[in-house]
Structures are given as structure tokens and as C-alpha cells.
């Protein structure tokens, strides 16, 4: 772990504004979170798989089969502007 944390210049970049206590306590903040990171590297995980998710389960899904649907022409009757099934918009950008 780095000794030191450049709080003001993590200030700039994510464009904060914190006072003097403030950054003092951000940069306690973020060292334990460091320290903490740095702990965790440490543990043994010789023969743990990896996870995709912390709980067990399956997922339930349903059948995927078509259910009923709507013409367009009932979604594009309040459009302005329609052709083929299609909506027309203005051009925007030349």
C-alpha cells in the first residue's frame, strides 16, 4: 500500500469540494479501505472456487413462447408522420 493519498488531487478528479476536516477524514476513510483491500489479498483461497453469485439458486424462468400482439397501425395512429410501418422524424444532424 502507498503511504500516501493525494486527497486534494482525488478532489479534482472527481470534482468535489471538501473541507480541511472533510479531506482529514476522507483520507482516513480511504486508508482503512485500503489497509482493509490489502488485508483481504492475504487470506488463503487455496481451493475455494470462484462465485458468480454468494447465494445458490436457479434461476427461474419461463416457457419462452410468443404471446398475443398488436398491429402497428395501433401504436402509429397518434405518430405525426408514418410510411411502411415506420416513423418519421425530423432530420437533426446534417
Same mark, same amino acid.
Given at each position: 500500500?502507498?503511504?500516501? +493519498?493525494? +486527497?486534494?488531487?482525488?478532489?479534482?478528479? @472527481?470534482?468535489?469540494?471538501? @473541507?480541511?476536516?472533510?479531506?482529514?477524514?476522507?483520507?482516513?476513510?480511504?486508508?482503512? +479501505?485500503?489497509?482493509?483491500?490489502? $488485508?483481504? =489479498?492475504?487470506?488463503?483461497?487455496? =481451493?475455494?472456487?470462484?462465485? @458468480?453469485?454468494?447465494?445458490?439458486?436457479?434461476?427461474?424462468?419461463?416457457?419462452?413462447?410468443? =404471446?398475443?400482439?398488436?398491429?402497428? =397501425?395501433?401504436?402509429?395512429?397518434?405518430?405525426?408522420?408514418? $410510411?411502411?410501418?415506420?416513423?418519421?422524424?425530423?432530420?437533426?444532424?446534417?
Amino acid at each position: 500500500m502507498t503511504d500516501s +493519498i493525494d +486527497i486534494a488531487h482525488l478532489c479534482t478528479l @472527481a470534482k468535489l469540494e471538501l @473541507a480541511e476536516s472533510e479531506r482529514d477524514s476522507a483520507e482516513a476513510d480511504l486508508r482503512n +479501505i485500503m489497509l482493509m483491500v490489502d $488485508a483481504m =489479498g492475504d487470506v488463503n483461497t487455496t =481451493g475455494v472456487e470462484p462465485l @458468480a453469485h454468494p447465494m445458490e439458486f436457479v434461476a427461474r424462468l419461463r416457457d419462452d413462447t410468443p =404471446g398475443p400482439t398488436i398491429e402497428a =397501425g395501433q401504436f402509429q395512429h397518434n405518430a405525426p408522420e408514418t $410510411a411502411e410501418q415506420l416513423y418519421l422524424v425530423p432530420r437533426v444532424v446534417d
